[in-house]
């Protein structure tokens, strides 16, 4: 295990009224300061004390990747709303007035992409099994209440409407005893990835009585258990010395001794993440158990649009010990405009960082959307009987066939989802499309059970 010397600290949130002393403290220009204060009516803003002190570079603000990453920018919502908004505070300083107009741009800001609620959450025998989704054969996702905010929020958060309060939490299950009778019954389900927000925000107590039934009960073909987590970037004292790290690094090496593989599915979004003592204490604590630490991020204008930035952080996570895993395309939801790199240009960038690395980071699969038809990662480009097209190529599908198999798309510079691609060679559709409403019918039958 490294041991690299850190200072233990204590957990200090930072909110939006603390823009003011940040401004203060860290040269912020006023005026920079205050047009942030009213994106964060619309952009749910959380901080801590580590990405405040250690993380950000405040010579390199507005450009510093990480302060894009977590803090609000004035270019995330329309010029026009921003100025209503400071219009609406000046004229009723409660706030109220500017609340409600914020509500109203969070809902122009697609806040549920994919139909994640309508099409993944199972319903069986008109039972809505909450807490759960189920999109591919082999994986169940499960959504722990108290696992259902972060250490710090990623402006780009595809989960941000939870965040605002436009969710609430009936997404989440309180218990894990529904997952254990569900994975019983579907023989086809290998691993659980439990997930939010960050499940690690929980107290290990408490993620304890999640996961002890697991080890206790083996339901099902259950072989594999995962926990998504940004806390290694946002808030490595997890691991180290808050006050139940230690009884946190025993459940992990329960997991292992019960003879499940255990992963940690973690968010790094940028390489500086990777640099302090304190995150690399905290990786080879948790490698010390048999765990092992896959890593996985969108790619983001701002935060990590050049391909020596991913290079740079692939060859960091491999040489902790951790494996390269995912490059995803930015969800179409919040601040979009402002994040979104155009599919090929995310190819091109995915491309000359896979360039440099050695065999061992190109474990690595993307740049991959996470669309209603399945994980879709943009496989090339190329020229086929003087068409220049797209090839795409189905990682996970919402039927299992779909699975590595390759179609094709028009060539289109601007398009940066799936859905704003078009067949090439002049076809109408593409190949799964038939499938896929059939798929979207046979779920609107349980609409009026679903539509929680
Ligand atoms: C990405 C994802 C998974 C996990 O897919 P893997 O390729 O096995 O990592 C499972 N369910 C949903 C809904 C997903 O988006
Ligand atoms: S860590 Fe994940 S869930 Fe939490 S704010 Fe970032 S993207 Fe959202």
Known sequence: MRRDKFLPKKYKPVFHKHIDEIQIAKGIPKGYADAMKIVSLVVPFRANNYVVEELIDWDAIPTDPIFQLTFPQPGMIPWIDHERLKDLLRKDP?????????????????????????????????????????????TVLFFPTQGQTCHAYCTYC??????????????????????????????????VLITGGDPLVMRTKILKQYITPLLNERPGNLSTIRIGTKALAYWPYRFLTDRDADDLIRLFEEIVTAGFHFSLMSHFSHPRELETN???????????????????????RHVNDDPDVWAAMWKAQTGLGMIPYYMFVERDTGPKSYFKMPLVEAYRIFTKA???VSGLCRTVRGPSMSATAGKVIIEGIAEINNEKVILLKFLQGRDPDWVNQIFFARYDEHASWLDELKPAFGDRRFFFEN???????????????ASF
């Open 94 to 138: 409660t706030g109220k007035a500017a609340s409600l107009a914020a509500r109203k741009i969070q809902m122009r800001m697609n806040p549920h992409p994919a139909g994640q609620v309508e099409m993944n959450v199972p319903v069986e025998d008109k039972l809505i099994l909450r807490g759960m989704q189920h999109k591919y054969n082999e």
């Open 158 to 191: 595809f989960r941000w409407a939870q965040f605002a309060g436009i969710d609430d939490l009936k997404f989440a299950s309180s218990t894990i005893d529904p997952l254990i009778q569900y994975l019983n019954r579907h023989p086809e389900v290998t691993d």
């Open 278 to 300: 304190a995150v690399k204490s905290a990786i080879g604590r948790i490698l010390t158990t048999g765990a092992t630490i896959r890593c996985q991020a969108p790619l983001i």
């Open 354 to 356: 896979y360039n440099q």
């Open 435 to 449: 499938r896929l409403e059939e798929i979207k019918a046979e779920k609107a039958k349980f609409e009026d059970v």
